[in-house]
């Protein structure tokens, strides 16, 4: 399965905007057209991550062309979900500014509870029907039940990523593996799809998806799941603008 899958589309990546990431959006949107990589998600961290863009940045995103070397962009960001009521940091006026609104758990700025607080909390976030992504639920950054989870994305259209980049052995994150083949199991069950996340802070890293693919080959996950290979119907199933 792996060896027929051409990446085409990757919705989680950082600029120098982000503080701690290490390309500009032009040298990502470059790198991206190389790859052939048609569809490119721009989400900068939320204001809670110390060292990321201020308001401003993302009110005068209206200057960026939308598409650069032939690549599509959508200019968002990745907020964060605070605590386990599921609140964010973004009011309305910063999430109208955005094409697209990832939203995920870090834990610098996060303050969880029990399992089930902690699941009630990212499932409210799920019904929002502003945000289109959750971003690597399954790194251990809070205790969730997995298949409240997937059943919530379900009923709201909304994609749980596997995250490529907390993956990585140099991340420490020892739970992320047994995590997200979790994740991966019961969203087969479900017949949900996932988009992969290559969560890159430099354009090295843009669709870089090989932590993840272990993954899918040991879970047998159906490529028909997975719509990072079909922008299409990734963008129909977000609900954003028809894909040109």
Same mark, same amino acid.
């Given at each position: 399965?792996?060896?027929? *899958?051409?990446?085409?589309?990757? %919705? !989680?990546? !950082?600029?120098?905007?982000?503080? &701690?990431?290490?390309?500009?959006?032009?040298?990502?949107?470059?790198?991206?057209? #190389?790859?052939?990589?048609? %569809?490119?998600?721009?989400?900068?961290?939320?204001?809670?991550?110390?060292?990321?863009?201020?308001?401003?940045? *993302?009110?005068?995103?209206?200057?960026?062309?939308? #598409?650069?070397?032939?690549?599509? $962009?959508?200019?968002?960001?990745?907020?964060?979900?605070?605590? !386990?009521?599921?609140?964010?940091?973004? +009011?309305?006026?910063?999430?109208?500014?955005?094409?697209?609104?990832?939203?995920?758990? &870090?834990?610098?700025?996060?303050?969880?509870?029990?399992?089930?607080? /902690?699941?009630?909390?990212?499932?409210?976030?799920?019904?929002?029907?502003?945000?289109?992504?959750?971003?690597?639920?399954? +790194?251990?950054?809070?205790?969730?039940?997995?298949?409240?989870?997937?059943?919530?994305?379900?009923?709201?259209?909304?994609?749980?990523?596997?995250?490529?980049?907390?993956?990585?052995?140099?991340?420490?994150?020892?739970?992320?593996?047994?995590? /997200?083949?979790?994740?991966?199991? $019961?969203?087969?069950?479900? +017949?949900?799809?996932?988009?992969?996340?290559? +969560?890159? !802070?430099?354009?090295?890293?843009?669709?870089?998806?090989? /932590?993840? *693919?272990?993954?899918?080959?040991?879970?047998? *996950?159906?490529?028909? $799941?997975?719509?990072?290979?079909?922008?299409?119907?990734?963008?129909?199933?977000?609900?954003?603008?028809?894909?040109?």
């Amino acid at each position: 399965m792996m060896e027929k *899958f051409t990446p085409l589309a990757d %919705l !989680h990546t !950082h600029t120098i905007v982000s503080g &701690h990431a290490y390309s500009s959006l032009q040298e990502m949107a470059q790198a991206a057209a #190389e790859k052939g990589i048609r %569809l490119l998600g721009v989400t900068e961290h939320g204001p809670a991550i110390p060292g990321t863009c201020g308001r401003l940045y *993302f009110k005068n995103m209206i200057v960026i062309p939308r #598409e650069m070397y032939g690549v599509r $962009l959508l200019l968002g960001a990745e907020l964060n979900i605070l605590n !386990h009521y599921g609140d964010l940091d973004a +009011d309305d006026k910063l999430m109208d500014m955005l094409d697209l609104r990832i939203a995920g758990i &870090h834990s610098v700025c996060w303050n969880g509870g029990t399992k089930l607080q /902690n699941t009630e909390g990212v499932t409210r976030v799920i019904g929002d029907p502003r945000i289109h992504i959750i971003s690597h639920p399954a +790194d251990g950054s809070a205790e969730l039940d997995f298949e409240s989870l997937v059943i919530a994305a379900k009923n709201n259209h909304t994609l749980l990523e596997i995250n490529s980049h907390s993956l990585h052995p140099a991340r420490h994150k020892t739970i992320a593996r047994s995590n /997200n083949i979790a994740l991966l199991e $019961l969203c087969k069950k479900h +017949d949900m799809p996932v988009i992969l996340g290559s +969560d890159a !802070h430099i354009s090295f890293q843009i669709a870089d998806y090989s /932590n993840v *693919f272990p993954l899918l080959v040991e879970t047998k *996950f159906p490529n028909e $799941l997975i719509l990072n290979d079909k922008p299409e119907e990734l963008i129909g199933f977000l609900g954003l603008p028809e894909y040109n």
